[in-house]
């Protein structure tokens, strides 16, 4: 595709139950991330995958997120137990390689929605 | 890890008229500052961006400054129109090894 993909564009959930968002990042970007937007807000960091590196985990929020990165391509998070604050748009990013830094391409969001 | 401020966190001017957002740093090891535009209901999108070798990037209407030894740097829109309204998020991150850090964003209204 021409741009990062994320789905579903909407999710809502009931409370406790546990969810998967997917990203597919743009062909050939080696840097993916993960940002949390609440309403109104700013974007918080969550986790952030660079090449075959360790990935930088330090912005999840608690033990219910985790992400994946399979075959250096699609990404999924998953927050487990879901609670009413994790309400948010969840966006992901990626990142051609290239050894300074780069322009981080968005996707569209997912809005999840915690009842 | 790195904390960046953003003010001021909503701005309106006349449609003509020049808007600047002002953002700051803490870590001096950050050499890239990027600055985003968010319409509603989509993602952030890249406008200009400036590295820490230069102090000021112009394209067309739209201009960013640099001060390495203030940690602070600056968005300039001039003739300003109703289609640059949104939010604005300025950005900073080092050698490609962290995550951007974001600001906590400017929404822009443009009245016509």
């Known amino acids: 595709g021409a741009g990062v993909s994320q789905s579903p564009s909407n999710k809502v959930t009931e409370k406790g139950k546990d969810v998967e968002l997917r990203c597919d990042p743009i062909s050939g970007h080696t840097a993916l991330y993960w940002y949390r937007q609440s309403l109104g807000q700013g974007l918080e960091f969550l986790i952030y995958f660079q090449g075959n590196s360790a990935p930088d985990k330090s912005g999840l929020p608690s033990d219910r997120f985790s992400a994946e990165r399979t075959g250096g391509s699609v990404s999924t998070l998953t927050i487990q137990r879901t609670q009413q604050e994790d309400s948010a748009v969840y966006l992901c990013?990626?990142?051609?390689?290239?050894?300074?830094?780069?322009?981080?391409?968005f996707g569209q969001g997912t809005r999840l929605t915690v009842v | 890890g790195e904390n960046v401020e953003q003010h001021p966190s909503t701005l309106s001017v006349q449609e003509g008229d020049s808007a600047v957002i002002k953002c700051t740093y803490s870590?001096?090891?950050?050499?890239?500052f990027p600055w985003y535009k968010q319409e509603l209901g989509k993602g952030p999108q890249l406008i200009i961006d400036i590295r820490s070798n230069v102090g000021e990037k112009k394209d067309q209407r739209i201009a960013v400054t640099l001060n390495k030894t203030a940690k602070h740097f600056s968005l300039h829109i001039t003739e300003t129109q109703p289609e640059d309204s949104a939010v604005y998020f300025c950005a900073a991150t080092d050698t490609g090894r962290r995550a951007l850090t974001f600001g906590s964003g400017t929404r822009l209204q443009v009245q016509p």
């Open positions: 870590d001096s090891a950050s050499n890239y």
């Open positions: 990013a990626s990142s051609p390689p290239g050894g300074g830094n780069t322009e981080a391409f």
